[in-house]
């Protein structure tokens, strides 16, 4: 990797240096005041991108996503409850492999990977538990290896519909901060993010939202040293993310991913995501023709351009290369990006013509970059 | 706190500039070869910090130290396994809290805190156990609460006397990187430290060295985002440590902490350690007299003059006020803290004639100071 | 502008993170001995990059590039003395204005704005002057404004076979650390440059290169307070350069220069240097149609997608736009700016095709990139 | 010297934190409209912070701020003008002997090193000026040589009183930011400084301020590569000293400076300064016995304790050495600078009682401490 050049893998996304900066502090007494003074205002700042009721609680701490949804598995069921999650992805598997490890009970759905959870079919095993052993619905809002985004609000409504009394946790982690995340209106009870996606951090902090009814644990205080200078610059991300406003924050992404995906119809390829309404805004898997191992890309642009898209996982490696375009990207950055792709698809022989996916791009952002300026 | 002054709070410490900066990377792709160019020189590095013996393996993950001891416990005992500890402060207290949380029989000895960890009376009840219940020894090395530092070694000593198989796990949160810490020749089997002491890093990062046997499960490979920069740090941080020279830097340590003890007894004060042997390096707890409340130094340095002290804690606080001297801290910063002790004293009423305790740590630095040159 | 996006102006480039941090330091006394380690290397290093010969002196002080030439001027000549210089761009003006100012007699040639320096006809002013009363041939090596190289070399045999004694003075502000320089091969006496171009650090230092013969000043150590972080990031900035190997630096530049030449021509635009010898390899000058004001480019450049291109100066300001290719700058990233290039004169209504430029520019970027990957 | 130790020279100083990062900037275009939203704020605030009228007129320019002395007298006066200045310490030599080499005439005044200019006399050569041959005069505001100010409002007095139109140029290096100096209320036509001193910036920028009446050019524009970075950094310092608010900058400079001299006179030693009203806030010059070195404290500091004092110059070179004290430094790290120099005088064999000077520090930082707490 050169680094001079932007990532496009989804996540850990390129960081604005004034979030680097706020991360490297010298060391602050965390029992001082001045800790509050960075800590309060990072948790009502999470509150607020993640539109969540005021009832609901952040929690922080140094641990990786995978430890945020353990914590939150943890610290609101016990073993033996009983949790229904669908596979749809990589991340959606993992999840329902440690809930098992958690000992609970998964009465785990299936759908082929590229498409979104079933909310329908949800609802029907909701409606069939008319004893209530489900205390919990498992959904991924946005399976990062797929590419694909799943309607959480129809979910809730399934489960309201089934006037079924389960806990929906939320897996947010790839698109907190960059998709629409309606805490409230979705009636979500425990949403799971990191630090290194749409806050544009360094890897390292979970970030955890619990309703009230959810927190079984009555947190409070830091019972150990905290990572002040993560938290430092979580208070800014949300600041800048605030500061933006959330819409706009969720149209630029929208902006850079249809840029994308307007490359890679140019390329004429497809995307992972089977419809057009699960395509998610923060990374785009691309399938690659039959035959061809997609991770030859990967390992192309790296090797040869210094640049780092991601692979395929699971069920989809070497089928898919996935170009993230969360965080801090600009449409500029996305061409380069797309250009790269395309020289190293030419590269690898793949039936790709130049120029093809930048003028489709190009195309797109020209519009909107348009219609931005008429409208300011 | 200003800025400018800096903490003397037993961690986290002053960080160097360099190690602030190697952890303020930009984003980097952990699929890529150039991760393994940090990650294992940074294993290798903690390796040899702590004199681990070959067979050891290093496991970094962005945690607590806190989490650091669950997961070292929970990693290698199981609920109902019986294991050996000794409270003789904060820490240790709370880490038999934990065993039992994890569902470990403790079998408990106290000492009165100020006292290091009694390695006689831990063989006497290890030599009882003939049917060798006990299959763990949990021992602090450096009880950050009361500046008491334990003969780790007498304790492997009375463990090998008695012929008794327990693991031994020791806390070198606050000693490792700072005071002699010898794995291997201690046959220490796990270890559990964190980046923000010794290794003079922002908190965030766990650090277990786990011997072969103990080592439960199989690591390798991070299936999770890395704190890439935090580890970036850890590599620099080692090379630091490791070519200033671990002796050079446990005598550093020795020498600004012979300063501060050379103030106390100035100021005709005592440390919370009962004896010399077990006076920490890195932290000293300093008695005030009895009926002061010795939290109103820590608040009054604080406010008045933008020091951090450390509180007392548990049993001691109220009794005792902290100076932390480990990590970046030079003869000439230490007596800026003496310094301003002596002003917050004076200002509280406390019988301390100001130049007192400077006058003796400048004593004890000037006389080691010329003959480190003298033998330069 | 946005501060994902690269620039492509020609200086200030775009700046590596290492330097930008190695000039960023606390305060050093610069009457201790770690100044010298700073200094000594950074002079040192810039002698290697401009290949100068061993009796030559650099010079270092606070200052922009248009002080620079004043110094090399002031110091070497004086009112009344009579000098060669040739206009063949902006650059070219201002140092005859500035001769002019400072009292010294130019006698000054004219080529068109995009042709290089006249080598033959400087010979034959100097071969007419059997006096000797030229004392002084000022050369502009990069004209950064009409995007121009000239050959120093050829002027320096023109000088040799006119037999002249005349200093050779090469302004190399554009030039140096990205296109040859040899100082010493081409008999350069004195050669001037600045800390924002081929050494991609922030401007405020000027690099000045004095062969003994044309030393007035005796200089030795620094009669005020220097720079000391700049030249700490001068210091590491040749170590970059020259660890890179300079025939490398000079090969990348081209490389990324030819791509963007690509472009142009993918465009069916032409470049203001009037020969393929003439191409500067660190800044293209753009023509645009007849009739069309260039520097609405680079307005709605800045306004519409935030990258910064280079206006056109004096004779054919508004006749073409600059991009600059010096400094940090990848194939990638070049492809960016050509792909941005592309979407503003689309949108201006320009005839040029999407991805057309991109087109050619990958196809140059492929090839070279195969080669380099095939010669390693 | 240490990284971890402050310096206590008289300039550069100690800088905050913020202002280095905001000095280090990437690369912005300099013709982009945000170039002016970093420059219009800089140069309002260099007027608001030296008091300056409202015809006044900043100017900035990458240089030393012996560079800013001479453009201040070049751009004002010519060769063979006469002016008035006193010598009193090595920077009023330096600039006397500058405007010789200009071809200025020097109307030449001394008073001993060590004492403050001769307002009354500097009137009554102006007086005796009937022709009003005298063009300017130039006072050297705070001698960093030998730590003494001069009340340059009595100069100002003494001008008018003799109804002499001579301009007024006050060199403003070491006291501009942290000494009271009212640019209108004195009447003074010309000030400059630099931004390695109050302004607590690296060096590099020169910091001139003229009154219209003074400015015989008309600036405006940067006609070349402005140093952006310090300039974004002397904006940001302007704001933090307003901020903290001009008086109370002052106050805490003249806190820092009294407990400086408690320690020499609690050393039994005395200032250069020959009487309190000349006393610098920014410097403090000490006087060492007769026959003594003073040299060789400034040696032994930095060799021994990896600190920085400053040596004595000119004419008391080896009989003082100097403890700057201004910039970022607060009475704790005053106090480490002290306790320094007693350790330093003590391994020297001079008869300083350990601990002496800092009790008589600390009694003077409780007392104001205790002071400003009251007020607050």
Redesign the interface.
Known sequence: ???????F?P???????VL??A??????????A?WGEILRPALAGVARVIEAPADARVLL???????GWEAALANTLSPGDRVLACENGMFSRRWIAMARALGLEVEELRVPWGEGLPAQRMGEVLAADRGHAIKAVLATHNETATGVVSDIGAIRAAMDAAGHPALLFVDGVSSIGSMPFRMGAWGVDVAVT?S?KGFML????AILDFRAMAAATEGGGF????????ISGLKLSCELLLGEGMEAVFARHRRIAGGVRAAVAGWGLSLCAARPEWRSETVSAVRTPEGFDAGRIVTHA???????FG?GLGDVAGKVFRIGHLG??????A???I??A??VM??LGLPV????G??AA??H??AS??AM?AAA
């Open positions: 990797m050169r680094p001079e050049n932007p990532v893998i996540g850990p996304t390129n960081m604005p240096e680097r900066r991360c490297d502090m010298p060391t602050l007494d965390h029992r001082s001045a701490f140094p641990a990786t996503g995978t430890a990191g290194q360094p890897a390292g902090l019972p150990y040293t905290p990572p002040v200078g993560l790296a090797e040869r351009y210094g640049v780092a692979v801090l990207l600009s449409d500029v950055q061409l380069a990006g250009a790269t395309e020289m030419a590269d013509r130049l120029g093809s930048v003028a190009q195309e952002y020209r970059a348009a300026a």
